[in-house]
């Protein structure tokens, strides 16, 4: 991510394990915020609602690994899928995702 960038709050339906590469990130994760630096790792429970802020002056590289066919579970029944993604039932398959 850029530095500075911010991603939209949402949920996926599987765990998530972050590694982070390169950077800093600031990640809101339930109630909790988290700040990892490079080499630092944690897993993101499923079902739980986060929100990702790459840190303004270097932003941050990471690998990001969960079960294949991970979706995000959309904040309210009626949103609309942003461009990365493809609505598949009620939930959003992110382009990225394998």
Known sequence: MTPGA?????VF???????????CVHIHVGDDDVT??????????????????????????????AAAGSMVVPDTPDANAPACASVVGNKFLPDWIA
């Open 13 to 23: 339906d599987t765990d998530q394990v972050w590694t982070l590469l390169d950077g």
């Open 36 to 65: 990892l630096a490079s080499g630092d790792t944690m897993v993101i429970p499923a079902d739980t609602r986060r929100q990702i802020f790459a840190d303004p002056h270097c932003g941050m590289s990471a690998i990001v690994c």
């Open 6 to 10: 911010v991603g939209p709050t949402h």
